[in-house]
């Protein structure tokens, strides 16, 4: 199994630009997150899916949206870039009883 | 307030030494789990524990519900597990709350 992964690895945006974080898992895990990491400080969610078809805010969702159209694929889109998007986005998984599994992250600037 | 505090938040040591990192959390868990972060690098999942304790090579996690505390416990500490080690819990509503991390530097 590939787990989960995550592309691209890193990326650089300009201010206003807009892209799509791509996340997978093949481990037909029902539950599916996106966090961001700020330096120094803790994992904060931005969305998560509980299945596909169905996803929910978290703690940080102004500026992004998901959609979980299959159970393998939860991409993460950011509309009009802002310098306070600036951080590491990790895709993570699991079963409901389970142990979390984390992507390897996305390192992403925007200038 | 952070559901989930990580003490100490930096930690240096030398090698050999027996280190504990500490947990504490204010909500009702259904599973704790550690989490290791290599600098640049990904997360990967240590213990995940609901209750006692487990054991893995050197490392040792334990779980005291009652009083929603939890430690991690690496034995005769290596400058490989230097590393950031993050506390998350998961409530029973399956969502996650994360520490901030305890930074853990072994000197040789």
């Known amino acids: 199994n590939a787990g989960v992964t995550q592309t691209p690895k890193f990326r650089i945006l300009k201010i206003g630009q807009s892209m799509t974080l791509q996340c997978a898992q093949d481990?037909?895990?029902?539950?599916m997150y996106w966090y961001r990491q700020d330096p120094g400080m803790g994992l904060k969610l931005i969305y998560y899916?509980?299945?596909?078809?169905?996803?929910d805010k978290g703690e940080v969702p102004n500026g992004y949206n998901v959609s979980r159209s299959t159970t393998e694929d939860f991409p993460l889109r950011l509309e009009l870039a802002a310098p306070s998007q600036t951080s590491v986005y990790f895709c993570?998984?699991?079963?409901?009883?389970?142990?979390?599994?984390f992507g390897p992250g996305t390192r992403l600037t925007v200038l | 307030k952070n559901e989930v505090e990580q003490s100490p938040q930096n930690l240096t040591a030398q090698e050999g030494e027996f280190i504990t990192i500490n947990c504490s959390y204010s909500v009702g868990i259904s599973a704790l789990h550690w989490l290791q972060q290599h600098p640049g690098g990904g997360i990967v999942s240590l213990f995940m524990l609901s209750s006692g304790k487990k054991k893995h090579g050197r490392l040792i996690a334990t779980i005291n519900i009652q009083e929603k505390h939890s430690s991690l416990h690496i034995t005769a500490s290596h400058p490989r597990d230097s590393a950031v080690y993050i506390c998350a819990v998961k409530d029973t509503g399956n969502q996650f709350y994360f520490g901030t991390g305890t930074s853990l530097t072994v000197i040789p």
């Open positions: 481990m037909n895990h029902n539950y």
């Open positions: 899916s509980v299945g596909a078809g169905i996803t």
């Open positions: 993570a998984s699991s079963f409901a009883a389970a142990a979390i599994s």
